[in-house]
């Protein structure tokens, strides 16, 4: 299993601070969310870390869309760093949230994506693109192929990634919904008739280690907050009886959420998420149990683990799954 840490809070000094304490401690993984009002500019700050920091990571986007960037333009970022990194980056892709809610847009539909992961991989490596009304794009100077996962949480997300993505980004730690979820994600692979055998499983989520697991809870509450504005969209577009009611009962209490507080601890629109769902969704407790949980998630086939770092002391979090985690899942 690999691990990673996502990052994006300003200034920039804090998210070099989680990549030089990620480099010492072991990591494999660097994450940049691409939602460019709430947090700085991914690219333009992926850029100055890669140069700074030089550490021996893959870079990934958690996650990029199609509606606040045209996918040329993304395929043109995707391409010039993998050729500065050596073939390092992977692009985490979806139909947009906090990139687009904060500013009242809406979200792109699961059409544009799945032409945005078209567009992403071809002209990406520098083959011709068509791009329609007999335009055709082409970046000679590109080559490579750079994996492309795709974010989804609803039955119809979830098998466009089975049908076109290299891997599945799982914005959630629950084993019961990466099993339902995967049923969806196969059947997508059999429309189109390929293997899922060098699929990746992704895992992004909460952590917090303390022995107190009341405290553990408040760290990360705000998480299964942010999960339940994707699944009120899901909610949107399938039916009730489609979805489990383990991943959907929770957000009949959820209220108005402020995006301008997204991803922050101790918000008053996490409240209403009970410690169940904390649980669940998140990674936390002691040492041993954290080690229980992702040992779980790993059996169910997640061959990347992605921490998100909004909770006090996180670069201790850091340490502690750099040099005491991570080696359990590496011998």
């Not at 492309?148 to 914005?171: N, S, T």
């Not at 489609?242 to 991943?247: D, F, M, V």
């Not at 301008?260 to 969704?281: K, L, M, N, W």
């Not at 041993?288 to 992605?306: A, D, M, P, S, T």
């Amino acid at each position: 299993m690999k691990f990673g840490f996502s990052y994006g809070d300003a200034p920039h000094t804090k998210s070099l601070e989680l990549w030089e304490t990620a480099r010492d401690a072991g990591f494999d993984q660097a994450w940049s969310w691409d939602s460019h009002i709430i947090w700085q500019e991914a690219w333009s700050l992926m850029g100055w870390l890669i140069g700074t920091v030089k550490p021996d990571f893959e870079f990934g986007t958690c996650v990029t869309n199609p509606r606040t960037r045209d996918p040329l333009v993304t395929a043109s970022a995707l391409a010039t760093l993998n050729q500065i990194t050596g073939g390092k980056m992977i692009c985490g892709i979806g139909r947009g949230d906090s990139s687009v809610r904060v500013i009242k847009r809406k979200p792109a539909n699961l059409a544009d994506v799945e032409r945005a992961v078209e567009i992403i991989r071809t002209a990406g490596s520098g083959e011709p693109m068509d791009m329609g009304e007999g335009v055709e794009a082409q970046m000679p100077w590109a080559s490579g192929r750079v994996p492309v996962y795709v974010a989804g949480y609803g039955p119809k997300a979830l098998r466009l990634a089975g049908r076109v993505g290299d891997g599945i980004i799982f914005q959630i730690a629950d084993p019961f919904v990466i099993e339902w979820s995967m049923q969806h994600v196969r059947a997508g692979a059999e429309e189109a008739g390929r293997s899922l055998d060098d699929f990746t499983l992704h895992v992004a989520t909460a952590t917090f280690i303390s022995d107190d697991l009341d405290e553990a809870r408040e760290q990360c509450r705000w998480f299964p907050a942010v999960v339940g504005n994707h699944i009120a969209d899901v909610l949107r577009h399938h039916e009730p009886e489609g979805l489990p009611e383990e991943l959907i009962d929770y957000v009949e209490a959820r209220g108005d959420y402020d995006y301008r507080d997204h991803a922050e601890p101790g918000t008053e629109h996490s409240q209403y998420v009970p410690d169940e769902i904390v649980d669940r969704f998140c990674v936390l407790g002691t040492k041993e149990r954290c080690i229980e949980k992702v040992r779980e998630l790993e059996g169910l086939g997640v061959g990347e683990f992605n921490i998100y770092p909004h909770v006090d002391g996180i670069l201790g979090v850091l340490e502690a799954y750099g040099r005491k985690i991570a080696p359990e899942f590496r011998s």
